[in-house]
Structure formats: structure tokens, C-alpha cells
């Protein structure tokens, strides 16, 4: 598994796309929480980052299935899957080792903008007049969510050889995760049906950990969905290798 990680980061930082991805991200954010007027923190006149944390899912569920996307699927493309089959190595290490490295990946991408939590500390007035708490949950709320939405574009990514197919289903999966169960849930106005749906929604369960209490219910039912998705893929692998 280590060495499928180990080949993972490296074929990414290898290419322009980490590059170009990373800086379309750290734009994209940036111009959101410091320049674009309606959610600049600036004219918010409040030292929070609610406008990083709300938007910035919006973001990432395009960014995740562009780094995804190639995982399994270029692999498959250019015949190195097979010859990866027949290696002396077990498939959960095969999706592990690639949800793992590309989860790191986007850890990587979401560390910079550490310095916006720095940025607000300094400038709170008094110093320091920040709800480090939520900061902190909302953190770890988005890692989370990010790795069901990689858990979800490494198992589309297994589904096809085609990287833009990969992307595409994964952007769809991922949106009506995020979104599209809260809306349903709307539609279905009160009862079991409508609260069970905006349970299941990403951006209830993501929205609850920035709250400033982290929630055990909400950290399993992510890591419960990352499992799904893997296990999902893992039996893509397991059909191809038969």
C-alpha cells in the first residue's frame, strides 16, 4: 500500500496539473474570503471564516473528482492496472494506497489556507478575538468531507477508463450528496422521510462539525460513507481482476 502512495504523490507533483489545480484552488478561495465583496471578511467587519467554510465545498467538489479522476481510470487506460493485478498485491492495498494519496493531496491544498485563521487572529480586535473552536471543527469537518468526495472519485474513477467520464459522474454523486438530499428533503416537507434525507445530506453533517462541538455521530457517518465508497471500489478492482 505504501508503495502505490508512494507512486501516487509522485506521479502528481511530477505533472503541472498539482501545480495548476493547487493554485486554482488557493485563487478560488482566496478571492472569495479577501476580494469579492459580498463575502470578503474585510467588509464583514467580524473576525470568522464562515464564508471560507461555506463556500469552499463549492470549490472542492469540482477540484476532488480533477484529482481523482486519473486514479484508476488512466490506469486502466494505459494497461498499467492489469500489470498492477498481477503483482503480489491485495486490492484493499490497491484502493487504500490511492484513497490515502490523494487524500493527502487535498490536505496538502487545504493546508496553506491556514494562513487565513492566522490572518483573522492578528487582526481581531482585541488579538486573538476568534472562535478557535469552530475554526478548528469546521477544519476537520472539511477534511472529512473531502474524503468522501475522494472516497467517491477514487469508486467512479474504477467505474471507466475514461478520465472525463470519471469526473463527471463523481461531480454528479458528489453535488446531490451535498446538496440535492437537503432539497429533496425540502420537497418532502415534515416527516421520517424528510429528516432521514436531511440527515444523510453532506452539508448537514459537514455544517454540524464547524459548530464548535465535534460530534462522534457526525465523524461516523462520514468515515462510515468514505468505507462505502471504498469497499465499492474495491469490488470495481475485485471484478477486474477476475
Do not use: H
Amino acid at each position: 500500500m505504501f508503495a502505490i502512495f508512494q507512486k501516487e504523490i509522485g506521479s502528481f507533483f511530477n505533472s503541472l496539473i498539482a501545480y495548476i489545480v493547487m493554485a486554482a484552488f488557493l485563487t478560488a478561495v482566496g478571492l472569495i474570503v479577501w476580494v469579492f465583496p459580498d463575502s470578503n471578511i474585510l467588509d464583514y467587519g467580524y473576525a470568522d471564516l464562515g464564508s471560507f467554510f461555506q463556500l469552499a465545498p463549492y470549490v472542492l467538489l469540482f477540484l476532488i473528482p480533477a484529482i481523482t479522476m486519473r486514479s484508476i481510470a488512466e490506469e486502466a487506460r494505459n494497461g498499467t492496472l492489469e500489470l498492477l493485478l498481477t503483482k503480489p498485491l491485495q486490492n484493499s492495498e490497491l484502493v487504500l494506497g490511492k484513497f490515502f494519496a490523494n487524500w493527502v493531496l487535498v490536505a496538502l491544498t487545504l493546508l496553506p489556507t491556514l494562513i487565513y485563521y492566522y490572518s483573522i487572529y492578528k487582526l481581531g480586535n482585541p488579538e486573538g478575538n476568534v472562535d478557535s473552536a469552530a475554526v478548528f471543527g469546521s477544519y476537520i469537518g472539511l477534511l472529512l468531507f473531502c474524503g468522501v468526495i475522494v472516497s467517491m472519485g477514487i469508486w467512479t474513477s474504477s467505474l471507466t477508463d475514461n478520465q472525463i467520464v470519471a469526473f463527471i459522474v463523481c461531480v454528479f454523486l458528489a453535488f446531490i450528496w451535498y446538496i440535492g438530499f437537503g432539497a429533496l428533503a425540502q420537497l418532502a416537507g415534515v416527516g421520517p422521510v424528510a429528516e432521514l434525507l436531511n440527515w444523510a445530506a453532506l452539508d448537514q453533517q459537514y455544517l454540524a462539525l464547524g459548530k464548535g462541538l465535534v460530534d462522534s455521530r457526525n465523524i461516523i457517518y462520514l468515515l462510515s460513507l468514505m468505507a462505502l465508497f471504498l469497499f465499492l471500489a474495491y469490488w470495481r478492482i475485485e471484478k477486474i481482476r477476475k
